[in-house]
């Protein structure tokens, strides 16, 4: 039976079950299938959703302000430097004022602190678009193209290689223990996964048998792995430790060479943007493995099958 997930935030995939992921996934996939045979659906006409960006976005911001239009409904882009919040308004006077004109919030910020705070003092539905902790929107929407790809998730192997203390590790961490797949980071000593996120995701792992592990050695990592999964090696607010972390992750690329180890049939995915020549070589990235445009696409379809559940 559906579950209800009217009012919910969307902060942490962990705050799901499987079966709201799967209800996730399922009004997805009929979303973009109608959309495809040219179908409207309008579920959120007359709504507003409020779009805070203290970072950069490519994807989050236009597969949302289209996501909301085709639902119906209008998205306002507000820059964190033109609101009050940049001259001390509080967090929680700014969720209390939200709550009273819009009817859902995306937010992209650094501080995953700060998004909690939002969710918790703002009457409407708060949706993570990114922090430094965590990138929800991507991995649900990477389920989404990873089932498309390979069908059932359950028994799936994905390993991710780089950056192992990284809002993408974190997220795929959780989506794969809730999920019943297998995840395996491979990244350089002292660039592992948050501990606190990995014991949270090994909680989950348990219930539905996922073995989750994080590695030193890229090729133990993507040994046998049916998606290998990379992101960029210093994220948004680490540009300074660019230099360092370039040389410590250089053994971390995928390459022809990495990709000897993988599964047959295995797919390439990457949140984008990608660093072509860093983290991804043009060979890996530009071949028929690749699957990270649809990746792209689909951010546009989960988020919408978000927004219609929660707002
Ligand atoms: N993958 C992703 O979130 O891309 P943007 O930074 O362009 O939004
Ligand atoms: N880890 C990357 C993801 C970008 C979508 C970053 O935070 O910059």
Same mark, same amino acid.
């Not at 069908?151 to 359950?154: A, V």
């Not at 028929?288 to 699957?291: C, D, F, G, N």
């Given at each position: 039976m559906a579950v209800t997930m009217k009012g !919910?935030?969307?902060? $942490? =995939? !962990?705050?799901?079950s499987r079966e709201e992921i799967e209800q996730l996934l399922e009004t997805a996939s009929a979303m973009k299938m109608r959309q495809k045979a040219g179908m409207v659906d309008r579920p959120l006409e007359g709504k507003t959703l409020g779009m805070i960006f203290t970072k950069p976005s490519t994807r989050t911001r236009i597969s949302f302000e289209v996501g909301i239009w085709q639902l119906g409904g209008v998205g306002l882009f507000l820059s964190a430097d033109e609101l009050q919040l940049r001259r001390g308004e509080t967090i929680e006077d700014t969720a209390m004022v939200l709550s009273r004109y819009l009817n859902g919030i995306m937010i992209r910020t650094y501080d995953h602190e700060d998004v909690v705070d939002l969710a918790e003092n703002s009457t409407i539905p708060v949706i993570n678009g990114l922090t430094d902790l965590l990138h929800p929107c991507q991995a649900a929407s990477d389920l989404l193209t990873i089932r498309e790809k390979k /069908?059932? =998730? $359950?028994g799936l192997k994905l390993a991710f290689v780089g950056d192992g203390d990284n809002n993408m590790v974190h997220s795929l961490l959780f989506a794969a223990a809730k999920m019943g797949m297998d995840a395996c980071v491979g990244s #350089?000593? /002292?660039?592992? #996964?948050k501990k606190e996120i990995m014991d949270m995701a090994q909680e989950e792992a348990l219930r539905t048998g996922s073995e989750l592990r994080a590695v030193n050695d890229p090729v133990e990592a993507v040994t046998g792995a049916d998606i290998v999964y990379a992101d960029v090696w210093a994220s948004m607010g680490a540009e300074e430790e660019r230099e360092n972390r370039l040389r410590v992750m250089d053994p971390f690329q995928v390459n022809d060479e990495l990709w000897e180890? +993988?599964? $047959?049939e295995a797919v390439f995915m990457h949140c984008l943007p990608a660093h072509r020549g860093e983290e991804v070589t043009d060979e890996i990235i530009d071949s #028929?493995?690749? +699957?990270v445009f649809d990746q792209a696409e689909n951010r546009l379809h989960m988020q919408k099958a978000i927004m219609a559940l929660v707002m």
């Open positions: !919910r935030d969307f902060v $942490s =995939l !962990r705050d799901f /069908g059932d =998730l $359950s #350089p000593a /002292g660039y592992e #996964p180890h +993988v599964a $047959s #028929p493995a690749s +699957v």
